[in-house]
């Protein structure tokens, strides 16, 4: 008796531990601002419905997910930083990278904004008053697309940010700004992630709807030739993404009445 | 019945224990022989229980020999095979968490005795020693005299050739004590040979043949109990 | 913040399908990995107290030092072993409950393994002089004794199923935190707090506590029952 209850546990568990691959799906590597935002939620289940293959999201920093992707653990990326991309598929990493969608990025600080970022012209202009008043900046420091793009801003301005004000959190852009939110700090948020995000505090928009603040993201297909991926299933994801189905789904996705990625 | 007695004698020659270069017994030279129920007497510290540790091969002598019956030295890895014909019954019993059942029945199991005859006879060890009622009990919630009769059931079922006991009812009341000693004497009546370490010289009187007088390591008196004390 | 409790206590209560999907997952995922860590730990924690062998000292600091071993360096090893890029990479377990079990399985196997050495190794002094009288070997006194310390072992094992259950770091890096497929509790607890939602998070953490609790409840009332009738 005993060792049938104990032969019964051992097959339960050996069940549920190994997931059922009964369906067809792909790894997509991805950063948390999309996840965050809710679009996976309402564009995987469109595609899958036209297509009857799910996408697994690992949603990381974008510094990560290219990690992940050139070690063949996802099949796809969609990411957004254009210049660590472009180093992705010149390293062979992935193939036949194309531009997806876009939103923007904004700069967000405490609404009583001590740096006086709200004057501002350009966020170039934003960035120099923030150095300048050494208010508290809050980076997120994870090499991730926004974080990148944050390196450029200050690079354009020629500050290189240092000091006690400057603070590198190597957070996640949630985690980011609630860091921000408690230490009443700017920081760099993408748009999608500003509007989905609950914890807010003292915190508003300082500055947005700077050319330079533009935000796009790319899908790349892994390198098949490198690791055994599923690349005839991603490159349908692939194609979709910029298929008339996927451009509309993409449009159509609101939260709160904004909508938050603009199709290419 | 009766067991056999291929480990018999037990024969010391120059056996000495040192451990860290002290000596605590010997040189001991000595033959237990069977048939005749033996006990150790003596003072506190005189190595009574060392020495019945060595016969039973826990403890290795630093010099000398242990030969057993066939010749089997105690030293050499051989000795497991003469311990498994021989059982030892502790001044405080070390009794599985446990029913009273299991214990009875677990060096049998380790013996690999077929389930049908290892039930058999512990349950026949069982009544034999009056626990037959307690069998579903937890081997740890007996009083102290049932305990120490358990670890004799226990060494029953091995119909062991020597049964070496140390100080087996030094915590029990009067009583528990008539119960034990009787429990004794049914090893005694089925062959086996006895060892018994104890303090009670009345004790030594009533369940012995042959006494060891034990003082300070050395063996200073071996002879038929009413001589030696 | 209470309506955020009650939206999720209300949630549990009406089986909301994700997250029950969630809680179910995690209690899969971990005692799975319990039952595997304990399977190997039990008997190689055991094997430690009883065996003496060069470098035995060396392995019980180790043990003692690895149920310290951070979650995220135990799920950076898992990763670098089930990546494609890795060696075991053929076996595509990366991002699935699998890769999970495994890591959590890692961070149990020092917990169990040394905790069970220090139990077994106490009751081998109590013991030891009676089995060997009995004819018990060393290989034979494994089960015997774990069988005899199981009310520790109770403990034990729960102690590593509390570090799995506990745990975020190292599943978030194999499992990636996947909707539907390795979505847990702690995961998505770290996912609501950085989109802010921090009632909710609050609000799971909450019921992975109790959940917690009424496991911890359930194996110490089993254990006194059983205690009562055997220790």
């Known amino acids: 008796m005993r060792r049938r209850i104990l032969g019964a546990l051992v097959g339960l568990f050996l069940a549920a531990s190994v997931p059922a691959d009964d369906q067809k799906f792909i790894t997509l590597a991805s950063t948390t601002s999309t996840e965050h935002s809710g679009l ?13 293959i799910s996408v697994r999201v690992v949603a990381v920093g974008t510094g990560q997910a290219l990690a992940i992707g050139c070690n063949g653990d996802a099949d796809a990326v969609l990411v957004h930083a254009p210049a660590a991309e472009q180093q992705f598929v010149a390293d062979g990493c992935g193939i036949d990278r194309r531009a997806v969608m876009f939103n923007d990025f904004v700069v967000v600080g405490p609404k009583d904004d001590p740096a006086g970022v709200l004057g501002a012209d350009t966020v170039a202009e934003g960035f120099e008053r923030i150095a300048q008043a050494k208010a508290p900046f809050a980076s997120r420091g994870d090499d991730s697309g926004t974080h990148k793009k944050e390196l450029l801003l200050w690079a354009d301005v020629g500050i290189k940010p240092t000091g006690a004000w400057y603070r590198e959190l190597g957070a996640g852009m949630g985690a980011a700004l609630n860091t921000a ?29 700077d050319q330079a603040l533009h935000n796009p993201y790319s899908s790349i297909l892994v390198n098949p030739n490198r690791h055994p991926v599923k690349v005839d299933l991603a490159r349908v994801w692939h194609d979709w993404l910029v298929s008339e189905a996927g451009q509309t789904a993409i449009s159509q996705y609101q939260l709160n009445g904004h909508q938050l990625f603009t199709p290419n | 019945m009766g067991v056999p007695q291929k480990t018999l004698p037990i024969v010391f020659e120059g056996v000495t224990f040192a451990p860290s270069g002290v000596s605590l017994l010997g040189p001991l030279d000595f033959q237990l022989n069977a048939g005749q129920r033996t006990v150790i007497v003596g003072p506190n510290g005189a ?41 030892m019954v502790f001044q405080r019993p070390i009794l599985l968490r446990r029913s009273v059942w299991a214990n009875a029945l677990y060096s049998l199991k380790l013996r690999g005795i077929p389930k049908d005859q290892a039930r058999v006879e512990t349950t026949a060890a069982l009544s034999l020693f009056g626990l037959e009622a ?37 915590a029990l009341d009067p009583d528990a004590t008539v119960a034990v000693e009787a429990a004794i004497d049914q090893f005694h009546a089925n062959g086996s040979k006895v060892v018994m370490v104890t303090h009670s010289v009345s004790q030594a009187r009533r369940m012995a043949d042959e006494c060891l007088l034990l003082e300070r390591g050395q063996i200073v008196k071996k002879g038929p109990v009413a001589e030696v004390l | 913040m209470g309506d955020a409790f009650a939206g999720a206590a209300w949630l549990v209560l009406a089986g909301d399908a994700v997250l029950l999907g969630i809680v179910q997952l995690s209690l899969q995922v971990s005692l799975s990995a319990v039952f595997f860590a304990s399977l190997l730990a039990l008997p190689v924690g055991a094997a430690i107290a009883l065996y003496h062998f060069p470098g035995r000292g060396a392995v019980i600091v180790l043990l003692n030092a690895l149920m310290g071993l951070p979650p995220v360096v135990a799920g950076l090893l898992v990763y670098l072993m089930l990546s494609r890029a890795g060696p075991l990479g053929s076996l595509g377990l990366l991002f699935t409950p699998a ?22 190794s106490d009751l081998w002094d109590e013991y030891h002089e009676q089995l060997t009288s009995l004819g018990t070997s060393r290989l034979r006194a494994i089960p015997t004794l774990l069988w005899d310390g199981r009310f520790s ?21 194999v499992g990636g935190n996947i909707a539907g497929v390795t ?8 996912l609501e707090t950085s989109k802010g939602n921090l009632e909710l998070a609050l609000a799971l953490g909450a019921i992975l506590m109790t959940l917690t609790l009424l496991i911890n409840a359930m194996a110490f009332g089993v254990g006194e029952l059983a205690k009562r009738r055997y220790e």
């Open chain 2, 47 to 87: 190595g009574k229980s060392l020495l019945l540790r060595l016969c039973h091969g826990l403890l290795k002598p630093t010099a000398g020999q242990i030969r057993c019956g066939d010749g089997a030295e105690a030293k050499s890895p051989e000795y497991t095979a003469v311990r498994q014909r021989q059982a």
């Open chain 1, 40 to 52: 996976f939620e309402f564009i995987v289940p469109i595609f899958q419905a036209q297509t009857g």
């Open chain 3, 153 to 173: 072992l109770v403990t034990t094992l729960l102690a590593g199923f509390g570090r799995a259950t506990a745990e975020v770091g190292a599943v978030l890096i």
């Open chain 3, 99 to 120: 890769a999970m079990v495994v890591v959590q399985a890692l961070l149990i196997f020092p917990i169990v393994a040394a905790l069970t050495r220090q139990m077994v």
């Open chain 3, 183 to 190: 979505r847990v509790m702690t995961t998505s607890i770290a």
């Open chain 1, 181 to 209: 939110a408690a230490m009443q700090a700017y920081t760099l948020a993408d748009r999608a992630t500003w509007l989905s995000f609950s914890n807010r505090q003292g915190l508003s928009i300082v500055f947005q709807g």
């Open chain 2, 134 to 170: 307690l069998a579903k009990r937890s081997a740890r919630h007996l009083s102290g005299g049932e305990q120490q009769r358990l670890a004799l059931a226990r060494a029953w079922v091995l119909k062991p050739e020597v049964l070496f006991l140390d100080e087996p009812t030094s």
